[in-house]
Each structure stands twice: as C-alpha cells, then as structure tokens.
C-alpha cells in the first residue's frame, strides 16, 4: 500500500458516494488506475464492503449504553452460548472481548432507559453471567468508523515524523 493507496481510503472513509472522477482528480489520477487501485483494495479484503452511516437520534435511538460482562464460566461451551445469544440481539451493534477484569464489552443502541431495560432482559437469558454492568454515554464527543491510515503506508514517515523535518 503506497500514498496514493491511502488517499484513495481517506476519501472513500470520509464518503464513500464519491465518484470514480472526483476520487482520481483528487488522488491526481487518471479514472482507469485509480479504479483498478480500488478494485484491489477490495480484492484484498481491506476494502471490506461499503455501508449507510444512520444518525441513531433520527432512528429514535438515542441512548447508548456500554456493557462490561464478566462471565460465570470459562470454556468453549458458555462462550459459543453466549456469543450465538448476543449477536441475535440487534440493538447491541458491538461487541469486545477484552482482557483484564471484565470479559466482554458490548456497545447497545436504544430509544431509552425501558429499551435498555428490555435488552437486559434479555442478554441475562443468553448464558449464566457472573455480573453485568451498564454506563450510559451523556454525550458523544467523537464519532467516526474512519481508520487511522498514518500506519499503513509502506515506505513512507508517519505524519507526525513528516512534521517533525
């Protein structure tokens, strides 16, 4: 993955309904290459797919609780439960498991207080968990699915080495 490579993610991060024209123009490329570079990035699995970013507050999902889960058990078993029991749940739209004290941490999007209530009602029914506990975000200060991409760039300095000169 070179420079050009990285524009090219930068821009289809930021919005991904750009057209093949205005991405090459802004990458200083003819459309041809620059499509074939896309093509690749897809074809490599680091263009995984391209979605619609939704504004929850319009969707009347304006609560967002994080949920730390430390698991009564610690096999193959309880784990394979407990995961088939989450994922089916769709107001939790992530979920980590973490090292440390708590075993998972899981993002859920709801209207409010009664719609968390329900999910817990729910996630308690999945798998025998050992404690479970919620924190509910007051405001979101930041927000993007966009990926650093100083990193990835091969053969370059970091942006922050560049400025550095």
């Known amino acids: 993955?070179?420079?050009?490579?990285?524009?090219?993610?930068?821009?289809?991060?930021?919005?991904?309904?750009?057209?093949?024209?205005?991405?090459?123009?802004?990458?200083?490329?003819?459309p041809t290459p620059c499509w074939r570079?896309?093509?690749?990035?897809?074809?490599?699995?680091?263009?995984?797919?391209?979605?619609?970013?939704?504004?929850?507050?319009?969707?009347?999902?304006?609560?967002?609780?994080?949920?730390t889960i430390r698991a009564a058990q610690h096999n193959d078993a309880w784990t394979e439960r407990f995961l088939s029991g989450v994922t089916t749940i769709p107001e939790i739209v992530e979920i980590y498991r973490m090292t440390g004290d708590v075993d998972y941490l899981l993002k859920v999007v709801v209207p409010d207080i009664a719609g968390y209530d329900s999910v817990y009602k729910r996630l308690i029914k999945v798998a025998e968990l050992l404690d479970v506990s919620a924190s509910f975000a007051m405001e979101v200060v930041r927000r993007t699915t966009a990926l650093p991409l100083d990193h990835v760039v091969t053969g370059s300095k970091s942006r922050s080495a560049a400025h550095d000169d």
Do not use: H, W, Y
Request: contains cysteine; aromatic residues 2%; glycine residues 4%.
């Open 37 to 67: 570079r896309i093509q690749k990035l897809r074809e490599e699995g680091v263009i995984r797919k391209q979605v619609v970013l939704c504004d929850p507050a319009k969707l009347n999902l304006g609560l967002t609780a994080f949920v």
């Open 1 to 30: 993955m070179d420079r050009i490579d990285a524009q090219i993610l930068r821009l289809l991060q930021e919005d991904a309904s750009l057209g093949l024209n205005d991405i090459a123009s802004a990458v200083n490329l003819s």
